[in-house]
């Protein structure tokens, strides 16, 4: 039987297009790192937001200035699973199961078995492959379903201890190998806690837990933006300590990795400025902001140590390191106090995670080439997180099968300096799945208000801005605009009916998207 996995191989061992003059050398295989922050706005970055930016990202800026810097790169949605799983598959999330919300505590994976990854793709072509920090993207948790209930139980009264049943639940569960995870899905090892605020408290070794939860997590560890679910924890277990060793573990891949002859990849999902705001005795205070501020300030030391182990271990001019975060600041952590002291997370932007509006899914994007990505440059044009898997495919001369990153466009000829859009539009979908579809400078929702936690909501039943004479979403122009409105609309039943936003055979998503469900009957399409 012809597996995907097979098929990539066989496409693999035939002739790509030949590279034309200038273009990277595929023989060469860049290593590639990917970080990918949680929950960090796109005015979070300083050299992004001067004028309303409080908070020092020196390490991020420097990376800004020996690389590029975009200023229209978009994440998938307005919170984090679906974002995550468009990054590595290359295709639009609400083509799946997960038409809103996020993968909920012990949920089953998102990715299907079999679907191409970046990691599958670059696993193939001879790459080292692994993800070390948050994977949310679901595991095939060995619980049976009867007995879900009780593995999320909390405890009988605040404070009590695990039951004996509760315990010998948890003994079954995690003494076993946990399927379903990245290791399946093209990693060669995996290091993490899968969602840091969630449990299981412990950190995850490929597909085993490291050691044996035997308690709740203590309750002066929950709520005020630490730990948001009680649940299975291990004896001793620190929410300031997540940070650091994902770093360690990081650092020791890049330099063990870098003496290899194959090149590597590590997708590196840090936990944070995501909650837990568990920040570490020397970031305390530092930003003289909030708890917050602090952690972007830890966070971006962390990027830094990055840069640094890839600098120090001689892989520096071979390796191609991407930025960015996957979706806005969150705001409830004391977004109303930063902006009272002048620091303003989502920058020009109106709306913040969760949000359809540009601050929900509007993200920092910064790419370190050496050689092939011009120092201290700026990139305005389009791009998505979904493009890594197109652009990584270009790098290194691969033909995607047609099933496989259906809504991703290469932007190599970006990051080496060109000037010409790549993409022509973008699908952006907010927390409770309102979607808006961008064309140009034009954006359209396909519904009022945030579709997140956003406050306010439009008297009209659509939404659209004109991005390039209003960034900030002021002025409402759906019902002075019948016709743009009307071609936007025939553009996302395309995109959604054709199954990708990209040339090639059409493709099934895998359940009906029903797109246009927030607009009034009168406004929605036919079906």
């Known amino acids: 039987m012809t597996t995907q996995f097979s098929r990539f191989a066989l496409l693999l061992g035939l002739a790509a297009t030949p590279l034309a003059r200038g273009d990277v050398d595929p023989l060469r ?3 590639i790192v990917v970080v990918l922050a949680d929950d960090l706005g796109y005015g979070d970055v300083q050299i992004a937001n001067p004028r309303r930016g409080k908070i020092p990202t ?15 790169a978009h994440s998938s949605s307005g919170v984090c699973s679906p974002s995550r799983y468009s990054l590595l598959t290359g295709r639009y999330h609400w083509r799946t199961r997960l038409q809103s919300g996020i993968v909920g505590a012990f949920g089953r994976p998102l990715i299907a078995p079999g679907r191409l990854t970046l990691a599958s793709m670059l696993k193939e072509r001879g790459y080292r492959t692994a993800c070390i920090g ?3 993207l679901g595991w095939d948790w060995p619980i049976p379903e009867d007995r879900k209930a009780l593995l999320i139980a909390k405890p009988t009264s605040p404070g009590a201890p695990p039951t004996d049943a509760q315990l010998e639940l948890w003994r079954t569960t995690f003494s076993q190998h946990i399927p379903g995870g990245p290791t399946t899905r093209g990693f060669d090892q995996y290091f993490g806690t899968d969602v840091p605020n969630w449990p299981p408290y412990c950190f995850i070794d490929d597909d085993r837990t490291v050691g044996l939860p035997s308690e709740f997590l203590p309750r002066k560890l929950l709520g005020n933006n630490l730990a948001s679910l009680n649940g299975p924890a291990i004896s001793g277990w620190t929410l300031e300590s997540i940070l650091p060793t994902l770093a360690d573990r990081a650092s020791a891949f890049i330099e063990q990795a870098a003496k290899g002859t194959d090149p590597f990849f590590l ?4 936990t944070t400025p995501h909650t837990p705001l568990a920040v570490n005795t020397a970031w305390k205070g530092k930003s003289d902001l909030n708890a917050y501020a602090d952690l972007v300030m830890e966070t971006d030391a962390v990027v830094g140590r990055m840069l640094d182990a890839i600098d120090h271990s001689g892989a520096r001019e071979n390796t191609l390191v991407i930025f960015t975060s996957d979706n806005g600041c969150a705001p409830y952590i004391g977004v109303k106090e930063l902006e009272w002291k002048g620091h303003f997370p989502s920058g020009p932007l109106r709306g913040y995670k969760s949000d359809v509006w540009e601050g929900g899914h509007r993200v920092p994007f910064l790419v370190r080439w050496p050689g092939v990505t011009p120092a201290a440059s700026r990139c305005d044009l389009l791009v998505q997180q979904a493009d890594l898997m197109a652009t990584y495919a270009d790098i290194l001369g691969l033909t995607l099968p047609d099933d496989a990153g259906e809504d991703s466009v290469s932007f190599l000829p970006l990051i080496r300096g060109g000037a010409r859009p790549v993409r022509t539009n973008v699908v952006s979908q907010s927390m409770r799945g309102l979607l808006a579809i961008r064309k140009g400078d034009w954006k359209l929702i396909f519904g009022a208000g945030s579709g997140g936690w956003g406050e306010g909501r439009d008297d009209q039943t659509g939404q659209l801005y004109n991005l390039a004479d209003d960034l900030a979403e002021s002025r409402n122009l759906y019902a002075e605009n019948p016709q743009r409105v009307a071609e936007l609309t025939d553009l996302m039943g395309t995109i959604v009916r054709r199954g990708r936003s990209t040339p090639g055979p059409t493709q099934r998503n895998d359940v009906p998207v029903n797109w246009a469900r927030f607009l009034s009957k009168g406004d929605a399409p036919a079906p």
């Open 29 to 31: 295989r860049p290593n």
């Open 58 to 72: 020196p390490r991020v800026d420097r990376m800004a200035r020996e690389g590029m810097r975009f200023t229209d």
């Open 134 to 136: 948050k994977w949310h």
């Open 267 to 270: 997708y590196l999902p840090l």
